[in-house]
């Protein structure tokens, strides 16, 4: 019914990925994430210093470039495995690095608001949390 009311105004009907498969997504990349930071952490712990505070901000340029490459190129490894991937509102895909920062940066907003933001992908209609509606991105079933 919904795809109908689409089609009949010219949009794309979408596909869109429930609830499920997004949050297993999202743990393993945080999974991903913080190993390569636990490893980093530790390395900054026994080096110390002001070498072992660079080795921390490392971490946090791992995550900004492990979100930014592959949400810009459409599809993180958890969102491989659970066959999800990302979409411009306006149809484009891959959706670029600029787009994908900004979903990172909507991530970090979504999470702030105790959550609030990824609580919104329960009650949106399009299934777009804050992240996505910053970024202007759909997530779709491959």
Excluded: C
């Amino acid at each position: 019914m919904e795809n109908e009311m689409m089609a009949e105004r010219g949009e794309i009907p979408l596909n869109l990925a429930s609830p499920g498969p997004r949050l297993i997504s999202y743990l393993i990349d945080n999974i991903i994430v913080g190993v390569i930071g636990s490893v980093l952490n530790y390395i900054s712990m026994n080096v110390g210093g002001s070498l072992g505070g660079i080795i921390v901000s490392l971490g946090v340029v791992v995550s900004v470039g492990y979100y930014t490459y592959f949400f810009g190129n459409g599809q993180t490894p958890g969102m491989m495995a659970m066959k999800i991937k990302l979409i411009g509102t306006d149809g484009t895909y891959p959706i670029g690095y600029f787009k994908g920062f900004l979903r990172w940066i909507g991530m970090i907003v979504s999470a702030v608001v105790i959550l609030l933001g990824y609580v919104w992908i329960l009650i949106d209609k399009k299934k777009q949390g804050w992240h996505d509606k910053i970024a202007g991105t759909y997530v779709v079933n491959v």
